[in-house]
C-alpha cells in the first residue's frame, strides 16, 4: 500500500457516509414534514462543509496532524447517532394530519435536527479538507475519491433505504467513518498515542449503538410515544414512501396522503365521466391507490382496466394482504397492473382508452425525496395533457378530480394548463372540449370539482346525458360550453386578453409546464394565505421557505466566513487572489449546483420514478465528475480556460436541448434511457469535474492555506446556490436555471486568469 492509498480510502468512505445520511435523512423527515422542510434542513446542514474549511484555513497549524482525521470520523459516527436519536425520542406530535406536524411549531426540533446535521457534515469537512491541504500535489486524485465516495453513497442509500428502511440506512452511515477511522489508526498513526484511547471508546461506543439499532429497528420509529402508533396495523417503509395501513385497504403515504377503498363514499359515488362514454369502456386509473376508483369502473362494467401507481408497497398489499378486503379486485383476468409514474404509464403505452382517470392524484410519493427529487409534479402540465389526449379513443373522455377552494386555485390552474395542452396540440377550439362540474356539499372540508375533456367536441346529445345526471344529483356546472356562467372559468374563456386575467388574478393560475411543473405553487412568497394551516404548509409555504432558508443561510455563511476573512485580514490586504479564490471557486460550487438540480428534475421525467432520477443522476454526475478532476491532474494547465469555456457552452446547450430531447425519446426502452442518461453525464460531469482541480493547481501546490480557502468558498456558494436555483427553477423553470449556471461559469471564466496571479 503506497502512502497516498489509505488516505484515497478515507475520503472515500468519508464521502459514502455524507451522501449516505444526506438522502436517507430527507426520507426520515418527509414523514413529519413536507418535503420543502426537508430542504430547508439539507440545506443548512451542507454548511457544516463551508465551515471546515473556514476553520482549517483559520487554524492552519492543524494541517498535517493525522491525529485530527480519526477525531474526526468518530465525531461523525457519534453526531450522526445522536441526530437519530433527537429524532426518535423528540418527534413532536403530529398535528396537521395522520403524521404531519406544523413545522412552525416544531422549529426547535428542527433546528436541533439541523445542528446535528452540520456537525455531522462538520467532522466529515474537517477530513476532506486536511487531506485536500495536506495531499494538495494529489488532488486530482483525492478530488475524484471524494466525488466517486459521494456516487456509491447515493445508490448505497437507496439500496439500504429500500432493503432495511430509512433509519438502518442512517445507522450503517454512521457505521462507515468508524472504517475510516480504523484506517488512520492502522496506517495514519504507527505510533501509539495515549490520546487515542478516548477515540477508540467512542467508537466502541458508537459501533455498540448500531448494532442494538440493526438488531432492534422498531425502536427508531418516530411514533413512538405518540396514538399515531396505535393506529397502525402495518408498515413499510422503502426508499420511495412509508406506507402506514391504518385498517385492511386503508393506507396513508408519508403521514399525509391517504387512499381508501371506500372513499368515494364521501363523494357520494358520484362519477359523471361514465355518462359521457360508451358502454363497457376501457378504463385506464392513473394512481388507482387501494382501488377506490378501480371499483367504480367494475361496477360500471368496464371492458377492461389499466391500473397504474407509483408506489410498489401499496399494490403489493392491495394483490396480496389485503385482496379479501377489496373483493380481489386487483387479480381479476381484465385488470392490468403498472407499477409505474403514471403519466409515464401512459405514454409508454399504445394502447388507447375510452375513459382515463386520475382523481385527486399529488404523487407526493415522488416528491418526498425533498431536497433531491425536486419535482412538483410532472402529472399536470401542457405536455402532460398531450400525452393523455394521445391515448385517448376518438370519443374517450378525461376525468380530473382537484380541490376547488374558494376562490378557486386547482381547478382554475388545471383549466388553463388543459386548455393550453390542447392548444399545443392542434385542437381548434379546445374550449368545445372541456366541461367544469361541482358535486353538492362539502367533502374533506372542501369542496372537490371534476374536470372532464374530451377528445371529440361536447355535443348537444352527450351535454343532454351530463345535465340529466348533473340534476338527479345535485350537481352544478362551473364551465359548460356555449353556456354564460358566473364563474371564474367562463370569465377566463370569455376575456379579452387571457393573459391579463391570469395576472391580475389573486392567485398563480398560468399553464404549468415541464420546463416549471410547480403545479401546486398559487401565490409568490409575499402574498398572506388564508388557507386552513393543514393546506397552507402544502401550497403557501412551500414558496415561503425557499425565501425564509436562503436569508438564514446568507446570514451563516457570513457568520462562518467572517471570522477567518478578519483573523487574516492583513493576509487578503497583501494577496488578492484569496478574494479572486472566492468568486472562482464560488462560482464553480454553484455552477454545478444548478446544473445538478435541473438535470435531476428533468432526467425524473425521462426515467419515470424520482427515484431513479435521484441514484442515476446524482451517481452518474459525481462519478463522471471524479474522473474528469483525475484527468484534469495530467493536463496542461493551460486547458482549464478552455474547459471553463466548453463547460459554459456545453451548459448552455443543455438548456436548450435536454428537455426536447426527453420528450423524444420517453417512448424507447428502460435500459436504452438509463444509457442515454449515463452517455449525458459523461460529458457534462467530465466537463464539471475539471475546474475545481485546475483552479487547485492554478492557486500553486506551495499554498495549503489557499486550499482550505477555496474549499470553504466552494462549499458555501454550493449551498447558497443550491437554493437560489431551486427558487430559479420554481419562479422561472429549469431552462433560466441552466442558463444561469453557465453564467456562473463565465465568471469562473473571467476569473481564472486572475486567480493565476
Request: aromatic share 12%.
Amino acid at each position: 500500500m503506497t502512502r497516498l492509498t489509505p488516505y484515497l480510502l478515507i475520503a472515500f468512505v468519508t464521502s459514502i457516509a455524507m451522501l449516505d445520511a444526506q438522502i436517507a435523512i430527507t426520507r426520515l423527515l418527509s414523514y413529519r414534514f413536507f418535503y420543502h422542510y426537508v430542504f430547508f434542513v439539507v440545506s443548512l446542514a451542507q454548511l457544516g462543509l463551508a465551515g471546515a474549511g473556514a476553520l482549517i484555513y483559520w487554524k492552519q497549524k492543524w494541517i498535517g496532524k493525522p491525529s485530527l482525521l480519526g477525531k474526526s470520523l468518530v465525531i461523525m459516527s457519534l453526531s450522526l447517532l445522536l441526530t437519530l436519536a433527537i429524532y426518535v425520542l423528540f418527534s413532536p406530535t403530529p398535528n396537521l394530519s395522520f403524521a404531519k406536524t406544523d413545522p412552525l411549531t416544531s422549529l426547535p426540533y428542527l433546528i436541533v435536527i439541523s445542528l446535528g446535521m452540520v456537525a455531522f457534515n462538520f467532522a466529515g469537512g474537517v477530513v476532506l479538507t486536511l487531506l485536500f491541504t495536506e495531499f494538495r500535489q494529489h488532488i486530482g486524485r483525492l478530488y475524484a475519491a471524494d466525488l466517486v465516495g459521494a456516487a456509491v453513497g447515493c445508490v448505497l442509500s437507496v439500496w439500504l433505504m429500500w432493503q432495511l428502511g430509512p433509519p438502518s440506512a442512517i445507522l450503517i452511515a454512521a457505521l462507515i467513518p468508524l472504517a475510516g477511522a480504523y484506517l488512520v489508526w492502522r496506517y495514519c498513526e504507527p505510533e501509539y498515542d495515549a490520546k487515542q484511547l478516548l477515540e477508540k471508546g467512542g467508537a466502541i461506543v458508537a459501533a455498540l449503538l448500531i448494532v442494538v439499532g440493526l438488531i432492534s429497528p422498531t425502536y427508531l420509529d418516530p411514533n413512538l410515544g405518540h396514538g399515531v402508533k396505535e393506529r397502525i396495523i402495518r408498515t413499510e417503509w422503502t426508499h420511495i414512501s412509508r406506507v402506514d395501513a391504518t385498517r385492511e385497504s386503508r393506507y396513508v403515504i408519508d403521514g399525509d396522503a391517504s387512499t381508501d377503498v371506500y372513499e368515494n363514499e364521501l363523494f357520494a359515488n358520484a362519477f359523471p365521466e361514465y355518462v359521457l362514454v360508451k358502454p363497457r369502456p376501457s378504463v385506464a386509473i392513473i394512481g388507482v391507490g387501494a382501488g377506490p376508483d378501480l371499483w367504480a369502473a367494475l361496477r360500471h362494467r368496464a371492458a377492461d382496466v389499466l391500473a397504474v401507481d407509483i408506489n410498489p408497497t401499496i399494490l403489493k398489499w392491495d394483490q396480496n394482504d389485503d385482496s379479501h378486503t377489496n373483493g380481489g379486485i386487483f387479480n381479476r383476468p381484465y385488470v392490468t397492473v403498472i407499477q409505474g409514474e403514471g403519466r409515464h404509464a401512459i405514454q409508454s403505452t399504445e394502447r388507447r382508452f375510452d375513459l382515463l382517470v386520475m382523481h385527486a392524484i399529488d404523487t407526493w410519493t415522488a416528491s418526498s425525496q425533498g431536497a433531491y427529487s425536486l419535482t412538483e409534479n410532472f402529472l399536470y402540465t401542457t405536455e402532460a395533457v398531450r400525452t393523455y389526449w394521445n391515448r385517448l379513443d376518438d370519443e374517450g373522455v378525461m376525468s380530473i378530480r382537484r380541490w376547488l377552494f374558494e376562490p378557486p386555485r386547482e381547478n382554475l390552474r388545471l383549466f388553463t394548463t388543459v386548455l393550453a395542452g390542447l392548444k399545443e396540440e392542434g385542437v381548434s377550439n379546445p374550449e368545445q372540449h372541456i366541461v367544469v362540474v361541482v358535486p353538492p356539499g362539502v367533502a374533506l372540508g372542501q369542496r372537490m370539482a371534476y374536470l372532464l375533456f374530451s377528445k371529440a367536441p361536447f355535443e348537444h346529445q352527450r351535454l343532454q346525458r351530463l345535465d340529466s345526471y348533473l340534476q338527479a344529483n345535485g350537481f352544478s356546472y362551473l364551465y359548460r360550453p356555449g353556456t354564460r356562467l358566473d364563474t371564474f372559468f367562463t370569465q377566463y374563456v370569455n376575456a379579452d386578453s387571457r393573459e391579463s386575467f391570469a395576472a391580475n388574478y389573486p392567485y398563480l393560475i398560468s399553464p404549468a409546464r415541464d420546463e416549471n411543473p410547480f403545479f401546486f405553487i398559487f401565490q409568490l412568497p409575499w402574498e398572506h394565505s388564508k388557507l386552513p394551516a393543514h393546506f397552507r404548509s402544502l401550497y403557501s409555504d412551500s414558496a415561503n421557505v425557499l425565501f425564509y432558508c436562503l436569508l438564514v443561510l446568507i446570514t451563516l455563511t457570513a457568520v462562518i466566513l467572517g471570522p477567518p476573512l478578519w483573523a487574516k485580514r492583513k493576509d487578503i490586504a497583501t494577496e488578492q487572489r484569496l478574494i479572486t479564490s472566492m468568486l472562482y471557486f464560488g462560482a464553480i460550487g454553484a455552477g454545478f449546483m444548478g446544473v445538478e438540480l435541473a438535470v435531476v428534475q428533468i432526467m425524473t421525467l425521462l426515467l419515470g420514478h424520482p427515484t431513479y432520477a435521484l441514484s442515476v443522476v446524482i451517481m452518474g454526475l459525481l462519478a463522471f465528475a471524479g474522473l474528469g478532476s483525475v484527468v484534469m491532474q495530467r493536463l496542461p494547465l493551460q486547458l482549464v480556460d478552455m474547459v471553463l469555456f466548453a463547460g459554459v457552452l456545453l451548459i448552455a446547450g443543455l438548456a436548450f436541448t435536454l428537455l426536447p430531447l426527453v420528450h423524444t425519446i420517453l417512448d424507447i426502452g428502460f435500459v436504452a434511457r438509463i444509457a442515454i442518461t449515463l452517455a449525458i453525464l459523461l460529458v457534462v460531469g467530465m466537463v464539471l469535474g475539471m475546474p475545481f482541480v485546475g483552479g487547485i493547481r492554478t492557486l500553486g501546490e506551495d499554498r495549503e492555506h489557499a486550499v482550505a480557502w477555496a474549499w470553504a468558498c466552494n462549499g458555501a456558494a454550493s449551498v447558497i446556490g443550491s437554493n437560489v436555483f431551486m427558487i430559479i427553477m420554481v419562479f422561472a423553470g429549469s431552462r433560466i436555471a441552466l442558463l444561469w449556471a453557465s453564467a456562473a461559469y463565465v465568471i469562473a471564466f473571467l476569473t481564472r486568469r486572475r486567480l493565476a496571479g
